[in-house]
């Protein structure tokens, strides 16, 4: 099988791994913050200062996607009893994320149509389902069902070489973040952004190192304890980096030649605060080994990591269902997002975790397990 596969053979696997707990519960956490920030030219109107105080909130959540990615990646290889049975995991994978995709999106679509949003069109709900269209946030579903089928080909191919896998991944990366840059500087015309959220290839360098990671997890953690104090100055740098990385973007007329349409469609902020920016790149991996060299959530309060775990289960359910949630209440019903409030931005983050913390508990209380997990994929 390899040489990287049977150097694990006398490794200790610990069934739960506390800081990946509370990375699971940041990356959530990261991505409710993204959603409320996101409608950036909204607090534009407020003034330099707030505006840009709202850009750092929003970069430093910017390292949630490829995490999630990276815990994919790495509990695939963690557990070595997975490449056993590699069919019989795919399956067990595909069981916990595909059904509740399915009920939260019909549920969400036909909500729409309800209200009047949309029209009922059977083909393009087809189209968004295969998509992960019917809300913003769902193309993570789509992705993350490729990388599955794609570490099952691996598994039943025999190819267990993760570091041949990882150099290969991260030519890729290189050459898809240079097509950015060549987009950005009008050296090349660059297509619809959009399309790179649902397709692998620009998010494999993640996915990959959590493969590399859990195969080699013991090891490279022990190195990775020693090196916090640089880990939290890499982190800061390479934040400071993403956020004059956007300022440069996003202050400089540089794509309107290309594509007059950019004004309107948005196009040149998603670019600028996209995760496939160098420093946010960098800033993603740097965040990931800080937490991990931490190595447990024994430093927090019990209650605290408690908190942490219980979010860190629930974190597939929320990110079904805290978007709508955001968009339905707090911006169409209560107009909050993007009024420029450090104060109301706090209190719809608290007030969407929790309304999606109560449901997700409720639906598992009431509902039958049988039926629960099918819901909300735990």
């Given at each position: ?67 999630f990615l990276i815990i994919s990646g790495f509990f ?303």
């Amino acid at each position: 099988m390899g040489a990287e596969k049977m150097s694990r053979t006398n490794q200790t696997i610990q069934t739960r791994l506390p800081e990946f707990d509370l990375l699971r519960s940041l990356a959530i956490i990261g991505v409710v913050i993204i959603h409320i920030t996101a409608p950036l030219d909204l607090y534009a109107h407020q003034g330099v200062f707030v505006y840009y105080l709202f850009v750092s909130i929003h970069l430093a959540q910017r390292f949630c996607v490829p995490v999630f990615l990276i815990i994919s990646g790495f509990f695939l290889t963690y557990k070595i009893e997975n490449q056993q049975n590699p069919t019989l995991i795919l399956k067990k994978r595909l069981l916990r994320i595909i059904p509740p995709y399915l009920f939260w999106s019909s549920f969400f679509y036909f909500l729409d149509v309800v209200l009047g949003e949309r029209n009922f069109n059977l083909f393009l709900l087809l189209k968004d389902l295969l998509t992960g269209s019917v809300v913003g946030s769902y193309y993570f579903v789509v992705l993350i069902i490729q990388f599955y089928v794609l570490w099952w080909l691996l598994s039943k191919l025999k190819v267990w070489n993760y570091t041949k896998l990882l150099m290969i991944s991260l030519g890729i990366q290189i050459i898809i973040t240079s097509y950015l840059y060549y987009y950005l500087f009008q050296v090349h015309y660059f297509p619809v952004i959009d399309l790179m959220y649902r397709f692998i290839a620009a998010w494999s360098f993640y996915f990959v190192l959590g493969l590399c990671l859990g195969n080699n997890y013991e090891k490279i953690k022990r190195i990775i304890q020693k090196l916090k104090f640089p880990l939290v100055l890499m982190n800061l740098v390479f934040l400071v980096l993403s956020i004059i990385e956007f300022y440069i973007i996003d202050g400089l007329n540089l794509v309107n030649t290309i594509n007059p349409q950019t004004e309107i469609t948005g196009a040149k902020l998603e670019t600028a605060i996209s995760y496939w920016r160098i420093s946010s790149q960098l800033y993603s991996v740097a965040f990931f080994l800080l937490i991990i060299s931490f190595h447990s959530t024994n430093f927090l309060p019990s209650g605290v990591t408690q908190i942490v775990k219980k979010i860190s289960e629930y974190s597939f359910a929320i990110y079904l269902i805290h978007q709508p949630i955001l968009w339905k209440l707090f911006f169409r019903v209560f107009n909050l997002l993007g009024t420029g409030s450090l104060a109301s931005f706090l209190v719809i983050l608290v007030l969407d975790l929790g309304i999606c913390y109560g449901l997700i508990y409720l639906g598992c209380k009431f509902l039958p397990k049988k039926y629960s997990r099918y819901v909300f994929g735990l």
